[in-house]
C-alpha cells in the first residue's frame, strides 16, 4: 500500500485539502515465608469477600508495550484517510539530500498519547555491500544459494507534536517539506532548540550474515524454499526526548545479538507484471505505477503458507542522563559527544569494547561493577551523572506459522521461549532474573489491494516467572505475573464481550478452591459493550425465532495483568493432590458440569498418585447401559476417562515444579509449565483458571484496562482502569512495575516512544 502512496505524492495531498472535510479522528492513550495450603477455607472465603470489589480509575496510564501492541493492531488498517496522507520519495529524489544524508524520505502523521497529532520526518541511511553466489545446480529445481552479507544501515527518526489533535487540520504541515527536520547534524543549537515532547531517534544495524536456501516451481504453479542462516547484529541508538522546558533525556542503547534460523515456504507464482495489464503508455511513470500496483496486487493474491525456527542470544547495555538544554556547558559536552555527525558511530564502538565484558553468569557484584564503569565513561563525555545505567543478557527460541489466504484472511502465529537477566545500578545492584513465555496470535480479514486490511484480532499472552537476587547472590522465591493483550478492528459487539471474557474466565476463579466461582470478581462486559434487545420473527413455516441482533464496533482494546506473590506461589506448590483434583474439576464444570456434578465424589487419588474412579459406580451414577453404542467421543465414560488423566497430569505438573533441584531451574520449570509445555496442555488462561483457586485472594493481585473507540451511535467509550483484589501486603504495584519498567526500557520503542 505504501508503495503505491509513493506515486501520488504531493499532488495527492493537495487534492484532499481541497475535497476533505476536517474530521478526523483515530484511537490515542492517555497516554519470604508463606502460609500453608492447610489455612482454613473459611478465612479464604472471608478474604475474597473483602476484596472482591474493583475498583475504577478514568485517569488510567498504558505501557509503552500496550502502545507497541495498538500500534501494530492498527497497521495497515482502513482507517481515516487523512491519517493515511503520507509524503515518500526515493533515493533518487531531492529531499534525500537534506543535510548530507542519503536514503529515502519519508512523512507521515501518527497520534500521540495526550490525543495530539504527531508529525514524523523519517530518513532512511544504508551502506551495505552483499555477495551471492550459486554454488550448486539441481535438476529441475532453482539454485542452491549461499550468501555473505554485511549491512550498515540506520535512519534519523524526528517526532513532533503538532497542535491539532484532527489529521485533517495538519495536511497543510505534512506538505511543508522546507520544515522536514533531522537528528543530524546533532548540533548543541538545534539540540536546544526542540520543542517540548519533541524525540530524535538515532538507530543504527551494523549486520554481519550467512545464508543458504534452495528452492523450486513444482508444475510451475507453487514456489516451495528451504532455508537456514546466521546473523551477527550490533543494533546501538541515541534517543533525546525533551521532555519539558528544563529537562533533556538522552538514552544510549547497545544490543548485541546473535541468531540462526532454519526456515520453510510454500507460495503461489505470483503473477507476471505483463499478465495483470496495467498502464501500456511507454514512459518512466507508467513503468513506475506498473511495478507498484503489481507488487501491491500480488501482495494479496498469492497464497502463502510459511514456518520459521530460530534461536537468539544477546546483551544489551542502557544508560539514560538528565540534561539541562538551557545549560550552554552540557549542550557543547553534548554536541562533542554526538561529534555532530556519524561520529555517533564511533562513540559506540568505544562503549560496546567494555560491553564485551558482560556475561549472563556474572554474579550480582561483578555485573554490578562493569555497569559503573560503562556509566561513568559516558557520564564524563556528556558532563553528566546517569539517571539510569543497566543491562540485559538474555537467549531463547521462537518459532512462527504464516497462513495467507488471498483476500479472504491471513493468520500469524508465534510462540516463544526466553530468559532475561535484568541489572541496574538501582537498589544496590539488584538483579532481576525473567523466565518468558509468549503466543502471538495475528489475524486479518478482508485484505483489499490498495485500501488496507478491513478486520483484524490480535492477541498477546505473556508468562513471567521472576526472581530476585541482590548483591550477595540470594534469589527470592518466584513472583508468577501474567500479562495478555486482546484488541480488534471491525468486529461485533458478541467478539468485543468475548475479548473481556478472556479476563472474567480466570477472574471468577480466584480464591475459590474448588467451591464454584464469584461472579462479583469480573469485569461488567455488558455494560461496556451493551447488547441489543432480542427480537422476534417467523420462518417460512410461521414458526416463532427469537434472534439477538448484532452491531459492530470500530476498534477496542484490553490489557489484563495479574500476579501471584511469592506466598501465593508457594501455596500452589505445595497444595495436596486433593484441592488440585477440586479445582480442576471445578473449572471443567464450564463444560462437563451434567457429568462432574453427579460423580464428583467418586474420583480418588491412588497410591501412584493418579486420578482414579470405579467405572461401575460411575456408569450406575450416570445411568449407562453398557450396551449402548455411541459416536466417537459422545460416551460419557470417554468423557470421564478424559477428565482423570488429565486432573492426573495436572497434579503431576505442579508436582515437577515442586521438585525442580533449585531456585533458577524452579522457575523455568514453571514458566513452560503455565504456557503448556507440560503433560496436561493446560496453558495461559486455562492453567491461570485452575491454580488460581489455590491461593489466597490477598497473595493475588489483578489489574484490567480497557479502551473503546466504538463509533456507535448512543454509546459512550470507555478507558478504564479495574483493579481486583489489590491490597498494601501484596506488593503488586512494587513488583509488576519494576519488571515492566526494566523490560520496556530494553525493549524496542514504539514509533512515538523513545
Same mark, same amino acid.
Given at each position: 500500500?505504501r508503495?503505491t502512496?509513493?506515486?501520488? /505524492?504531493? /499532488?495527492?495531498?493537495?487534492l484532499?485539502l481541497?475535497?476533505l472535510?476536517?474530521?478526523?479522528?483515530?484511537?490515542?492513550?492517555d497516554?519470604? @515465608?508463606?502460609?500453608?495450603?492447610s *489455612?482454613s477455607?473459611?478465612a479464604?472465603?472471608?478474604e475474597?469477600?473483602?476484596?472482591k470489589?474493583?475498583?475504577?480509575?478514568?485517569?488510567a496510564?498504558? /505501557?509503552? &508495550?500496550?502502545?507497541?501492541?495498538?500500534?501494530?493492531?492498527k497497521k495497515?488498517t482502513?482507517?481515516?484517510?487523512c491519517k493515511?496522507?503520507e509524503?515518500?520519495l526515493?533515493?533518487?529524489?531531492k529531499l534525500?539530500?537534506?543535510?548530507g544524508l542519503?536514503?529515502? =524520505?519519508n512523512?507521515?502523521?501518527r497520534?500521540?498519547?495526550?490525543?495530539k497529532v504527531?508529525?514524523?520526518?523519517?530518513?532512511k541511511v544504508?551502506?551495505?555491500?552483499a555477495? +551471492?553466489?550459486?554454488?550448486?545446480?539441481l535438476p529441475?529445481v532453482?539454485?542452491?544459494?549461499?550468501?555473505?552479507t554485511?549491512?550498515?544501515? +540506520?535512519?534519523s527518526l524526528?517526532v513532533?507534536?503538532?497542535e491539532?489533535d484532527r489529521?485533517?487540520?495538519?495536511? *497543510?504541515?505534512? $506538505?511543508?517539506?522546507y520544515?522536514?527536520?533531522?537528528i543530524?547534524?546533532a !548540533?548543541a543549537?538545534?539540540?536546544?532548540e526542540?520543542q517540548?515532547?519533541?524525540?530524535?531517534?538515532?538507530p543504527?544495524?551494523?549486520?554481519?550474515?550467512?545464508?543458504a536456501?534452495?528452492?523450486?516451481?513444482?508444475?510451475e504453479?507453487?514456489?516451495?524454499?528451504?532455508s537456514a542462516?546466521?546473523?551477527?547484529?550490533? !543494533?546501538?541508538?541515541?534517543t533525546?526526548?525533551?521532555?519539558?522546558?528544563?529537562n533533556l533525556?538522552?538514552?544510549?542503547?547497545i544490543?548485541r545479538?546473535?541468531?540462526r534460523?532454519?526456515?520453510f515456504s510454500a507460495?503461489?507464482i505470483?503473477?507476471p507484471m505483463?499478465d495483470i495489464?496495467?498502464?501500456?503508455?511507454?514512459n518512466i511513470l507508467a513503468d513506475l505505477?506498473?511495478k507498484?500496483?503489481a507488487k501491491e496486487?500480488?501482495?494479496?493474491?498469492?497464497l502463502k503458507l510459511?514456518? #520459521?525456527?530460530?534461536s537468539?542470544?544477546?546483551?544489551?547495555l542502557?544508560l539514560?542522563f538528565?540534561?539541562?538544554?538551557?545549560n550552554p556547558?552540557q549542550m557543547?559536552a553534548?554536541?562533542? =559527544?554526538l561529534? +555532530?555527525?556519524?561520529g555517533?558511530v564511533k562513540?559506540? $564502538?568505544?562503549l560496546g569494547l567494555?560491553?564485551?565484558?558482560?556475561?549472563?553468569n556474572?554474579?550480582?557484584a561483578?555485573?554490578l561493577?562493569?555497569?559503573?564503569g560503562?556509566?561513568?565513561?559516558?557520564?564524563?563525555a556528556?558532563?553528566?551523572?546517569?539517571?539510569y545505567?543497566g /543491562?540485559?543478557i538474555?537467549?531463547g527460541?521462537?518459532d512462527n506459522i504464516? $497462513?495467507q489466504?488471498?483476500?479472504?484472511?491471513t493468520h500469524?502465529n508465534?510462540?516463544?521461549?526466553?530468559y532475561?537477566?535484568y541489572q541496574?545500578l538501582d537498589?544496590?545492584?539488584?538483579?532481576l532474573?525473567?523466565q518468558?513465555q509468549?503466543?502471538?496470535?495475528?489475524?486479518?480479514?478482508?485484505n483489499i489491494?490498495?485500501?488496507?486490511?478491513?478486520?483484524?484480532?490480535d492477541?498477546?499472552?505473556n508468562v513471567y516467572?521472576?526472581?530476585k537476587?541482590?548483591?550477595?547472590?540470594q534469589?527470592?522465591?518466584?513472583?508468577l505475573?501474567?500479562?495478555?493483550y486482546?484488541?480488534f478492528?471491525?468486529q461485533g *459487539?458478541?467478539t468485543a464481550?468475548y475479548m473481556?471474557e478472556?479476563?472474567n474466565?480466570?477472574?471468577?476463579?480466584?480464591?475459590?478452591n474448588g467451591?464454584g466461582?464469584?461472579e462479583?470478581?469480573?469485569?461488567?462486559s455488558a455494560?461496556?459493550f451493551p447488547?441489543l434487545? &432480542?427480537? &422476534?420473527?417467523?420462518d417460512p413455516d410461521g414458526?416463532?425465532?427469537? @434472534?439477538r441482533?448484532?452491531?459492530?464496533?470500530k476498534s477496542?482494546?484490553?490489557?489484563?495483568?495479574?500476579l501471584?506473590n511469592?506466598?501465593?506461589?508457594?501455596?500452589?506448590?505445595?497444595?495436596p493432590?486433593?484441592a488440585?483434583?477440586?479445582?480442576?474439576?471445578?473449572m471443567m464444570?464450564?463444560?462437563?458440569?451434567? $457429568?462432574?456434578?453427579?460423580i464428583?465424589?467418586?474420583f480418588?487419588?491412588n497410591?501412584k @498418585?493418579?486420578v482414579?474412579y470405579?467405572?461401575?459406580?460411575?456408569?450406575?451414577?450416570?445411568?449407562?447401559?453398557?450396551s449402548?453404542r455411541?459416536d466417537s467421543?459422545?460416551?460419557?465414560?470417554?468423557?470421564v476417562a478424559?477428565l482423570?488423566?488429565?486432573a492426573t497430569?495436572?497434579?503431576r505438573d505442579?508436582?515437577s515444579?515442586?521438585?525442580?533441584?533449585d531456585?533458577?531451574s524452579?522457575s523455568?520449570k514453571?514458566?513452560?509449565?503455565?504456557?503448556? #509445555?507440560s503433560k496436561?496442555?493446560?496453558k495461559?488462561e486455562?492453567?491461570l483458571?485452575?491454580?488460581?483457586?489455590?491461593?489466597?485472594?490477598?497473595n493475588?493481585s489483578? &489489574?484490567?484496562?480497557?479502551?473503546t473507540?466504538?463509533? %456507535?451511535k448512543?454509546?459512550?467509550?470507555?478507558t478504564?482502569?479495574y483493579?481486583?483484589?489489590?491490597?498494601r501486603?501484596n506488593?503488586?504495584? +512494587?513488583t509488576?512495575?519494576e %519488571?515492566?519498567?526494566?523490560?520496556e526500557?530494553?525493549?524496542?520503542?514504539?514509533l512515538?516512544?523513545?
Amino acid at each position: 500500500m505504501r508503495s503505491t502512496k509513493s506515486l501520488v /505524492s504531493v /499532488s495527492a495531498v493537495l487534492l484532499l485539502l481541497a475535497v476533505l472535510p476536517a474530521t478526523a479522528s483515530a484511537l490515542g492513550f492517555d497516554g519470604g @515465608g508463606g502460609a500453608s495450603f492447610s *489455612d482454613s477455607v473459611n478465612a479464604l472465603k472471608e478474604e475474597s469477600k473483602s476484596l472482591k470489589t474493583p475498583t475504577v480509575s478514568t485517569g488510567a496510564s498504558v /505501557s509503552s &508495550e500496550l502502545a507497541h501492541f495498538w500500534e501494530d493492531l492498527k497497521k495497515d488498517t482502513v482507517d481515516d484517510i487523512c491519517k493515511s496522507a503520507e509524503l515518500k520519495l526515493n533515493k533518487d529524489g531531492k529531499l534525500v539530500k537534506v543535510l548530507g544524508l542519503g536514503g529515502e =524520505f519519508n512523512r507521515y502523521m501518527r497520534k500521540l498519547p495526550n490525543e495530539k497529532v504527531a508529525l514524523v520526518d523519517e530518513v532512511k541511511v544504508s551502506l551495505s555491500a552483499a555477495l +551471492g553466489n550459486e554454488v550448486l545446480q539441481l535438476p529441475n529445481v532453482q539454485g542452491l544459494g549461499v550468501s555473505l552479507t554485511g549491512v550498515l544501515e +540506520g535512519k534519523s527518526l524526528v517526532v513532533r507534536p503538532l497542535e491539532s489533535d484532527r489529521y485533517c487540520k495538519e495536511l *497543510d504541515t505534512l $506538505i511543508k517539506l522546507y520544515q522536514v527536520k533531522t537528528i543530524l547534524p546533532a !548540533k548543541a543549537g538545534r539540540i536546544a532548540e526542540m520543542q517540548n515532547g519533541e524525540i530524535w531517534k538515532f538507530p543504527l544495524t551494523l549486520r554481519i550474515g550467512f545464508g543458504a536456501s534452495v528452492g523450486g516451481a513444482i508444475n510451475e504453479v507453487l514456489n516451495v524454499t528451504l532455508s537456514a542462516g546466521k546473523t551477527k547484529e550490533t !543494533k546501538p541508538s541515541v534517543t533525546l526526548y525533551r521532555m519539558d522546558d528544563n529537562n533533556l533525556r538522552l538514552r544510549l542503547r547497545i544490543d548485541r545479538v546473535e541468531a540462526r534460523s532454519v526456515g520453510f515456504s510454500a507460495s503461489t507464482i505470483e503473477i507476471p507484471m505483463a499478465d495483470i495489464g496495467l498502464i501500456n503508455a511507454e514512459n518512466i511513470l507508467a513503468d513506475l505505477v506498473n511495478k507498484a500496483w503489481a507488487k501491491e496486487i500480488n501482495k494479496y493474491v498469492a497464497l502463502k503458507l510459511s514456518y #520459521g525456527h530460530s534461536s537468539f542470544s544477546g546483551k544489551k547495555l542502557l544508560l539514560e542522563f538528565m540534561l539541562n538544554p538551557n545549560n550552554p556547558e552540557q549542550m557543547a559536552a553534548l554536541e562533542k =559527544f554526538l561529534a +555532530g555527525d556519524f561520529g555517533i558511530v564511533k562513540r559506540f $564502538i568505544e562503549l560496546g569494547l567494555r560491553f564485551n565484558n558482560f556475561s549472563e553468569n556474572d554474579e550480582s557484584a561483578g555485573g554490578l561493577g562493569e555497569i559503573e564503569g560503562a556509566a561513568g565513561q559516558a557520564g564524563q563525555a556528556v558532563d553528566a551523572e546517569s539517571s539510569y545505567a543497566g /543491562s540485559n543478557i538474555y537467549h531463547g527460541h521462537s518459532d512462527n506459522i504464516n $497462513i495467507q489466504i488471498p483476500v479472504l484472511h491471513t493468520h500469524n502465529n508465534t510462540w516463544s521461549s526466553s530468559y532475561n537477566r535484568y541489572q541496574s545500578l538501582d537498589k544496590e545492584g539488584e538483579t532481576l532474573h525473567v523466565q518468558q513465555q509468549t503466543r502471538v496470535n495475528n489475524s486479518s480479514s478482508l485484505n483489499i489491494p490498495f485500501v488496507g486490511t478491513v478486520m483484524k484480532y490480535d492477541s498477546q499472552k505473556n508468562v513471567y516467572v521472576v526472581n530476585k537476587e541482590g548483591t550477595g547472590g540470594q534469589a527470592t522465591r518466584p513472583v508468577l505475573m501474567y500479562q495478555q493483550y486482546e484488541g480488534f478492528v471491525k468486529q461485533g *459487539d458478541g467478539t468485543a464481550r468475548y475479548m473481556l471474557e478472556k479476563a472474567n474466565s480466570v477472574l471468577r476463579y480466584v480464591g475459590m478452591n474448588g467451591d464454584g466461582t464469584d461472579e462479583s470478581n469480573v469485569l461488567p462486559s455488558a455494560n461496556i459493550f451493551p447488547p441489543l434487545p &432480542e427480537e &422476534e420473527s417467523t420462518d417460512p413455516d410461521g414458526n416463532s425465532l427469537t @434472534g439477538r441482533p448484532s452491531k459492530c464496533y470500530k476498534s477496542a482494546v484490553m490489557s489484563f495483568k495479574l500476579l501471584i506473590n511469592e506466598r501465593g506461589v508457594q501455596e500452589i506448590l505445595f497444595a495436596p493432590a486433593q484441592a488440585i483434583l477440586k479445582a480442576y474439576m471445578n473449572m471443567m464444570r464450564a463444560a462437563d458440569a451434567l $457429568i462432574i456434578d453427579k460423580i464428583m465424589d467418586l474420583f480418588t487419588i491412588n497410591k501412584k @498418585g493418579e486420578v482414579a474412579y470405579d467405572s461401575l459406580a460411575v456408569s450406575k451414577r450416570l445411568g449407562l447401559d453398557p450396551s449402548e453404542r455411541y459416536d466417537s467421543g459422545a460416551n460419557p465414560l470417554d468423557i470421564v476417562a478424559t477428565l482423570a488423566y488429565t486432573a492426573t497430569q495436572v497434579i503431576r505438573d505442579i508436582a515437577s515444579v515442586k521438585e525442580a533441584s533449585d531456585w533458577k531451574s524452579q522457575s523455568e520449570k514453571l514458566a513452560k509449565v503455565a504456557a503448556g #509445555g507440560s503433560k496436561s496442555g493446560l496453558k495461559y488462561e486455562d492453567f491461570l483458571k485452575v491454580v488460581v483457586q489455590l491461593v489466597r485472594p490477598g497473595n493475588v493481585s489483578a &489489574e484490567v484496562y480497557v479502551h473503546t473507540d466504538k463509533r %456507535v451511535k448512543g454509546e459512550a467509550d470507555v478507558t478504564q482502569n479495574y483493579q481486583f483484589f489489590n491490597n498494601r501486603d501484596n506488593s503488586f504495584d +512494587g513488583t509488576i512495575a519494576e %519488571v515492566n519498567q526494566a523490560r520496556e526500557r530494553f525493549a524496542e520503542p514504539s514509533l512515538l516512544t523513545d
